[in-house]
């Protein structure tokens, strides 16, 4: 068939030819060799190797590299799957200490000015500090004076208490948090993956009766077509990108769907391949559709209609292993294409080009990231993806299927763990019986909730294992506040961040210098998007002398002083192996865990990857669900409460990553691959700026529904007409995130902000 992209229409699109002089032709490419040169052969060299080497999960993303068959082996046993985003991660870990003097030298109200990349070279927490009610410093504190703090504070009632999490601690830690939490009565189990893909989980279970990827890596690289919808995988998820050139290479098809037209989703050169990538690059966009932000569902109904149109709906599978599939079908035959293409920005031959290539592949996988789950409809459009995957029976054969692309190393292993607010039923079960009570079954605190709760002044005690709760959340000033009516706050962090300097408590805020993964003295977990577990081995760290603990030594220290020996011998519990026997015993899948510390055999866990249409609902067939189109109206500028004079554009803003951040952190200021020098930029659409007056590198005001940036820098770029760019955490100061109430996740990929001079 011809592949060829149809022509985009010549409105939407912004003509490459016009960005190329300042950015680079393709995404990875030398820039990442020459990270690697300079800092594998700087000082820090040597311990970089170290923790490279080292038999541990990746820091970084979920993709998963790494653990017992050494650092750069992935789970298929393939050598080099370490990309430049990992010893990005791994090099802030080895900074020096904080010095010992830092805290008197200076103020909090110091400490305030500084930017999250200031902060993060800081260096390391190598020693526990408070900041009390009325000091204008942090000070050294003794660790009994810790858990007498943290004890009374975990002594409060059970609903005015919560934890917030982020994913890079281990499965151990998770559960030894939510234990100790339940154990106390309370759900408010906070966690960034309620920020994240929370709208994944609760849409996958609906549909198919399980909250993660139903597909494996080994999968993928039988599949012969890929949907990339709402990721930028070259940035967040590198190693993702040598699977899509394996699949090109063998005659396979990606199609990607993002309103930018990110470079490196173009054409990527990957350093896992020095001869046929590295210099030339390698195609990975078979057919790049660029639709408005927020409007994925009409495309996706959009595809589904065409499928329908072209009889490539696969009726029998429909009928055999599905439910709901009249009304689906019903919904995109009924659907006029003015309105599809209207809402969605697409023309009808994109969208049927699209469909084309579905509905010849033999094996599709559609993949998603936070374009996807970060909108008031983020549900809507993970079932708008399943219902286009199962209508052609992409779904329960080998290669075929879909897959959320989780974020932090090991957020999913916390949801396995029980840390949220939406509890398995299995769980619930095993921790009743493990109790010998019943558990308290209050639905708990997810992170908007959290903060809402704390702003009433609703929670006395915090406790944050890792993360920046402050910097992660929409309306900064907002979180501020919340967090100042808490009494107690306690970081467990390895790194100072925003939030440790602007999310203070109302009392206490302390902060525990912890350990990270591959410096732990014991043996710890950790569960990848792609399910698979990985063990990491003991190791040590570069600080000495340091005041250092292990996540799991203080968890279980605390919890012992807060519950004795109920229902469990904490104590005992430093001891991870009892852990992992615990989590063996309640965790759906995991029964393997029970033997990893004899045979340190990683595994993938059992029940999550579907080779068969055989679902985990009741009927154990897939629930198709209708997905209404999304209103995608923009407010007027005068909504933003600007004079009549004021000359401006209103544009849906997109939030996210910059090239070098691992989410609040800043590990470089620019962005090259969208030319973006510095963070106070704004990437917007030529033909939007100039019907707005402006020009590029103009300097404007960026004014959301909470308050304003001045001094935006804008910047030309392929974004299609109608959307914009602009990095987190710093632009979370201007606007108050609408919610996907299903999921409680923030629509931070659909601000609508005013661009004026
Ligand atoms: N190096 C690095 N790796 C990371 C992280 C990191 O910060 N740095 N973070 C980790 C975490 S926690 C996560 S969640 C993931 C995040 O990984 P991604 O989801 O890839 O990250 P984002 O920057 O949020 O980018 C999302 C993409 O969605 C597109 N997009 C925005 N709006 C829409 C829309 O309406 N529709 C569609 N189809 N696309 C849209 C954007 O243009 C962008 O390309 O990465 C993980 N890995
Ligand atoms: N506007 C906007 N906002 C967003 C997003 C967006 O796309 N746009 N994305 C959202 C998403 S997807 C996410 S996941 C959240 C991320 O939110 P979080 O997970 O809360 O934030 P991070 O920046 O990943 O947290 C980094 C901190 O974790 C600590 N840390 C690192 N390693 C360890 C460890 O091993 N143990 C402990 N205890 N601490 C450690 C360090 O102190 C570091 O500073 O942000 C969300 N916020
Ligand atoms: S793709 Fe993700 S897990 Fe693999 S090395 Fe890179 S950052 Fe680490
Ligand atoms: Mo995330």
Redesign the pocket.
Known sequence: MDTDPPQQNPQLAFPDHETKDKTPEMGGGLPVIQYWAEHTLSPEGPHLWQALFHKSACL???WGTGGQKGGFTNEDGERLQRCM?SV??ISAELQPPVSTHFFDRHSIDELQQLTSYEADRLGRFSFPVILRAGSSHYERIAWEDIYEIATAGFRQPSERVASYSS?RSSNEAAYLLQLMMRTLGSNNLAD?SDL??APSTVGLKQVFGTNTSIVSLEGLKQADCVVL?????S????RLMNELIKLRDRGGKVIV????K?IG?VKFASPAFPVKSLLSGSEIASLYLQ??????VA?FVGIQKALIENNQVDHSFLQAHTEGWEAVIEQAGSTDWQIITATCGVSQPEIEAAATLIGTAQRVIFA?????T??ENGVD?VYSIANTALLTGNAGKPGAGVMP????SN?QGFGSMGVTVRLKEEIRVALEKLLGRSLNLNAGYHTRHLIEAAAAHQIDTLLCLGGNLYGANPDASQARQALGNIDTIVYLATKPNLGHFHGLAKQNTIIIPVLNRFENPHKTTVESGNNFVRMNSEGTTHLKQADLISEVEFLTELAHRIHGDYPVEWRKLQDTRYVRQLIAQCIPGYEKMADIDQNQAEFTISGRIFTEPQFKTPSGKARMMITPLPQLALPSPQEFGVSESVNGIVVAL????S?????T?VYKIGDPYRGMPHRNCILMNRQDAESAGLQEHQRVTVQGDADKLANVEVIYGA?RQG?A?MFYPEVNAIFKAKLEERSGTPA???VPVLVHG
């Open positions: 970084s993303c979920s985003k990005e991660a994913g960034c994240c893909h919808a709402g990721s930028n995988a940035y967040n998820h590198p769907i993002n309103p930018v990110e989703l639709p408005i932000p927020g409007s994925d495309l998603w990231a936070m374009g996807i970060q909108h459009n692309v989780r974020g932090h957020v997109m939030t996210g990553r090239y070098s951040q691992h989410n952190v974004v959307g760019v931070y990929k659909r």
